[in-house]
């Protein structure tokens, strides 16, 4: 379903992830992808590894030069006789997914398995390391023909913070705060307060998603199902719907 939201990562005082999202943005939807996630501490540790070592913000040119290798995947797509099923002709889910509108929460596990895959290469070169004495040799003498190795796993990123300000489709937005450890679930629009997440986000009088509930991570990770999380969240809805 075409529920609008946007995923944030804040960490050393800042926003490192802000990804926008078409789909299921909801609670049910997106909201269980991250709690899934966060309800696991070693995918926190290589969230934080893989947004130190792996994430990169490409340029204008950069982008432009991948709009047009997508453009040319999604021709060649056609071209060939694909036939797209749901996503399939996505060029940006395809080739550069953590740049594209439906990876939604997977944008969590696209960074974490970029640490993950950093520290298997790693671990390929310590075992390597113990017999290059000929690549190393070779490499010298300008023949890297030998040596082991692999592309580096970068995910490019594209801050999109500026989607809350948008009171009629940011249905949803939700922030994984690494510094204070808690995820923060928001819906709806509200007017800017000075202690509000958004609060340096656009013009002092753009509106922003209100703030539905604020669980801890260690909170998180003590609840028995995704149930027990939604629950959580609709008992705090019903009880800001009976307030108004």
Known sequence: MGTRHIICIFWKGKFL????????????????????FLSVQRNIDHLKDGLEKRVYYPTIEQLR??????????????????????NERNGWLVLYPSLARDTGAQILRLIAHA????????????????????????????????AVGSKETRIPIQLQLGFVNDGLFCEWA????????????FGGTVDKDDHHRFKDVGDERDSVPGL?????????????????????????????????
């Open 17 to 36: 992830v802000a990804q926008y999202g078409q789909w299921d943005g909801y609670p049910e939807g997106q909201g269980v992808k991250i709690f899934r």
């Open 65 to 86: 030069t991948m709009q047009a290798e997508v453009d040319n995947w999604e021709h060649n797509f056609f071209q060939n006789g694909g036939i797209a099923f749901g």
């Open 115 to 146: 640490s993950m895959v950093k520290e298997d290469e790693e671990t390929r070169e310590e075992k390597d390391d113990k017999s290059t004495e000929v690549e190393k040799s070779d490499e010298k003498n300008g023949d890297s023909s030998s």
């Open 174 to 185: 939700y922030v994984i705060d690494l510094d204070n450890e808690v995820f923060e679930v």
């Open 212 to 244: 539905v509930c604020s669980l801890k991570f260690s909170e998180l990770q003590l609840m028995k199902s995704q149930e027990e999380f939604l629950g959580k969240v609709k008992d705090v809805l019903e009880g800001t719907l009976e307030s108004d």
